[in-house]
Each structure stands twice: as C-alpha cells, then as structure tokens.
C-alpha cells in the first residue's frame, strides 16, 4: 500500500513538473479545507509558478496559468479539452448544459444560445427593473426607519432570487420580505453542497454507491424545483397565454440557427473565440431537442448559478464602492446623466454602454471571480508548449487541467496593484493593456459562461439604480480586507457588512 501511493504521487515529479507536497489518500486536497481557497491557490502560484501538478486525492491535476497555454487549452484545441473533469453523482444535476459533456453539451449550447440574445435580453429588461424597483422600494421602507447598516450578501442575494425566480418560472419570491421562501433556502443548500472542498473531497475518495447515496440524502432539495418546473409545464399545456420565461423557452424550443455571444477581452480574440465556438457547434443536428428532464435541469442551473454568482459580484462591488468614496462618486456623476428626463428610468442601450459602471463590475470581477475554477479533461493526448521557456511536456488523456483564476487575476505579471481597486484599468482607453486570457470571470472559449451578457445586464442595473438612491460607506466593524471563508469552492467572504444612507 505504501509503495502504491508512493508511485501513485510522484506522478509530476517523474515528469519534472514541481507542485505542493501531498499526502497520501487525500492528495493536496486537505489545505482548500483547512484554508480559504483563493489564498491557497496564490500561495501555490508564487511559489511553483503558472504550471505545477497537484492531486486530488489520488488523481494528478495539473495546474495551469499561463496565458498562452490557456489559449491552447480553451480555444485552440477546445476540442481536446471540450469536458469539465467532474464526478457524475445525479443523472438529473448532470443534465445540464454546465455539467454535459460531448454532443450532449453542443446540443445543449446550440439551443440555449439564443436565449441571451440581445433581443431576449431587451425583452427581459423590464422585468428586471421591476425586481430591481421592488427591491429598492423595501430597502428605502428599512432606511428610512432607522437601518443605519447591512449585510450585503444578504441584501443582494434577495435581489438576485427575485429577478431570477421571475425569468426563470415567472414567480415571485418576495425574498427581501420573506428570507428563508424555498427559492433561497433550497437554492443555498444545493450551492453549499456542490462548492465545499469538504464535499469535493467525499465525492473523490468515496465509492460511486456512497456518493450517490449522499446525493440522494439531500435530494428534496433540487427535486424541489424539479417538481416545481413539471408542475408548470403541466400547468401551461391548455393555457391560452404562455409567460416568456426560460422554463417555457427551453420546453418548446428547437435548435434554431446559432447565433452566439462573443466573450470579454480584445476584439481579435473574441473573434477567435467565436469561431471556435461555431465550430464546434457546427455538426449538431437541427432536429433535436431538449427532453423534458434536460430542459427542467436547464432552468434548475440556471437559477442556481445566476442567483448566486451575481449576488457574490454585486456585494463585492457595493462592498469595494463603500471603501472607496472618490469612486462612488465618480459613478454617481456618470449615471446621474444617464437616466431620462421624462421617465425617470435608464434604457437597455445606456446601461450596458456606461464606461465607468462596465469598468468597476469588471474590477470587481477580476478581484473576485465569483464562480468556480475552470476544469478541463484531456480528451487524448495533449502536447502542451509554455509561452515563457518553450518548455514542452505532454497532458495524458484523462487528466484534468484546473485554471486557478484568483491567482491569474492577482498576478503582478498580469495586473499592477492586483490587490488595489483600480476601476480605471478596465476603461475603454486603458482596456487594450490587459493580457488576453489573463482576465476570465466567465472562462473563456467555447464553453464559456453561457449567461454572461444576462449576469451582467442584471448587476449593472442594480448598481446604477443603488448608488443613484443610496450612499454606502465603510463602518468600524467592516472587514478590510475581506476575510474569505475557509472550505469553499468560490470566493465566500465571511462577512460584508457596510453603512448605508439615503442620498
């Protein structure tokens, strides 16, 4: 058994490639537990640079940061690496477009494309607003009776929940009013469980049966919103006026022709990267469609993952506003001039043109990216050459690439003052000076994050309405820095708490 591990975790070292010292049954996988992730990660990367191998449990990942390698490995031979690495515990979790692999995904991708259009997102935009007036409304009501403070966490995901609960099924969760509705208790138990490093942990050293057996355990919660979607496509079947939703979108949608978004960054790279991406689209059949359990597992993700992400980046960015007041009132000035005169509200086309708002949601982003590690597998072999040395080594078919973005994103080779809130390095004039592939929010290629445009008209709508009615500030009892949560996947602060005043 001794020797067995001992062979088992020099995997990197017989390849030359250095990386943490792990240990046997649990790999490296102990340290993200016993430490919040993002700072392990930095460590990691300052010391054995932007390639090293490490093990989760006994399976050998390799680590990779540097930004040529990351083009290779997203876009260039995306189809080499077109799978996430991720155990299979839930057929219905599975289903979906973030978790399926192969032709699955491509058909997944081609259908749901469409939905993010700009047309469909103009659709949704009053409906967001509508959220987001409720939302404001409740705080102003709390504010104006005495609040002095809050949880920012808290007080976004209320705002989140509601604006995808109505896109998603057409419901109204009144989460602001009511915290602990299904939506956000069910929602958070789901997240908790698939972005601990605790549960990561048991999902790898586990056998498969067991596994599933804990998944089952906490079934009730996802077959919640299983049960919710049937009970509305049932619903729905005789109605003579059908809501335009994503449930109802992904129930009667066939493939359409694709026509998909481009990614964050350099104009030639977005265009690289759409290229790809119809490419590897290009041989799903037009005929197909979703069936039912996949179409519930699209809105389930959907919900989950949108709710939570554009929470974390708003209490980020609300957080990071409130300690810096030159740039609060900086985007006050910006926004005060976008709002109509005769409506008193902002248009889809202002919104999402704002400079300086783009500028401080994608500072925020880089400072925290809000979702989990990009997690790529080898499809077969893969010869890897480094941008830095020319260094060539190769990437054994089954093996899963992690791109540690916290680092990339805190990297002196990357960003100056990587620790320091800097809006103005994501302005229009500035934005040409970021290193392709060193900015990934969302991934990059053709798996990139499928809701990006969405995430962001919802963030930034929100932002420029709070700042407009609200002024936040730092209080003696906030965090700086942030303290991160230890044993998570993402990057979970443990308190964001700020003051808060009516303008």
């Not at 920012?152 to 057409?170: E, H, N, P, R, W």
């Not at 498969?208 to 996802?222: C, E, P, V, W």
């Not at 104009?267 to 790809?276: G, K, Q």
């Not at 554009?310 to 609060?328: F, G, K, S």
């Amino acid at each position: 058994m001794q020797y067995k591990w001992y062979r088992i975790l020099n995997y990197w070292s017989v390849r030359n490639i250095s990386g943490p010292k792990p240990i046997p049954l649990f790999g490296n996988t102990l340290s993200p537990i016993l430490r919040p992730k993002p700072l392990v990660e930095l460590e990691w990367y300052k010391t054995y640079g932007p390639i090293y191998g490490k093990y989760n449990c006994g399976k050998p990942e390799l680590s990779v940061a540097d930004p040529v390698l990351l083009k290779q490995i997203l876009v260039k031979d995306f189809h080499k690496f077109r799978n996430r690495g991720v155990a299979k515990v839930d057929d219905v979790v599975f289903a979906n477009i973030f978790l399926a692999i192969d032709d699955d995904w491509k058909r997944m991708r081609a259908i749901a494309s469409p939905l993010f259009s700009t047309g469909k997102l103009k659709h949704m935009c009053p409906v967001i607003n509508e959220c987001c007036d409720n939302f404001l409304a409740a705080l102003d009501r709390d504010v104006s009776t005495g609040r002095t403070e809050v949880e920012l966490k808290q007080v976004m995901a209320a705002y989140t929940v509601d604006v995808i609960g109505k896109c998603v099924f057409s419901v109204d969760t009144d989460s602001y009013c009511d915290p602990n509705n299904p939506f956000t208790t069910k929602a958070n138990w789901i997240l908790k469980h698939f972005t601990t490093s605790s549960s990561a942990l048991l999902t790898n050293i586990l056998p498969t049966f067991l596994t599933k057996r804990l998944a089952a355990i906490g079934s009730s919660n996802i077959m919640f919103f299983k049960h919710l979607s049937k009970r509305l496509i049932s619903e729905r079947k005789n109605a003579a006026k059908k809501p335009n939703d994503f449930l109802q979108y992904f129930t009667d949608m066939k493939i359409e022709d694709n026509n998909t978004t481009t990614t964050t960054g350099a104009d030639s790279v977005a265009t690289d990267e759409l290229m790809i991406e119809k490419r590897a689209l290009s041989a799903v059949l037009k005929k197909k469609k979703l069936t039912t359990d996949e179409a519930i597992a699209q809105t389930i993700v959907f919900f989950i993952a949108g709710y939570e992400t554009t929470a974390t980046a708003l209490a980020y960015c609300t957080y990071e506003l409130a300690l810096n007041p030159d740039i609060q009132d900086r985007l006050v000035a910006e926004t005060r001039e976008a709002f109509s005169e005769n409506t008193g509200d902002i248009d889809y086309e202002t919104v999402i043109r704002l400079p300086l708002l783009d500028a401080v949601i994608s500072e925020t982003l880089r400072k925290y990216p809000p979702g989990i590690n990009p997690l790529r597998k080898a499809a077969e072999d893969v010869m890897l050459t480094t941008g830095t040395d020319g260094l060539t080594f190769k990437v054994e078919k089954g093996t899963n690439v992690e791109i540690p973005v916290y680092a990339i994103h805190h990297s002196p080779d990357n960003y100056s003052d990587a620790f320091i809130f800097k809006p103005d390095r994501f302005l229009p004039q500035n934005r040409h000076n970021i290193k392709p592939y060193t900015y990934l929010p969302f991934g990059a290629g053709p798996r990139h994050c499928i809701g990006m445009r969405f995430a962001l008209l919802m963030a930034k709508l929100a932002m420029v309405k709070l700042i407009r009615q609200f002024r936040f500030y730092r209080l003696p009892t906030t965090d700086v820095p942030v303290v991160f949560t230890a044993g998570r996947l993402t990057v979970h602060s443990c308190s964001l708490r700020v003051g808060v005043e009516k303008r």
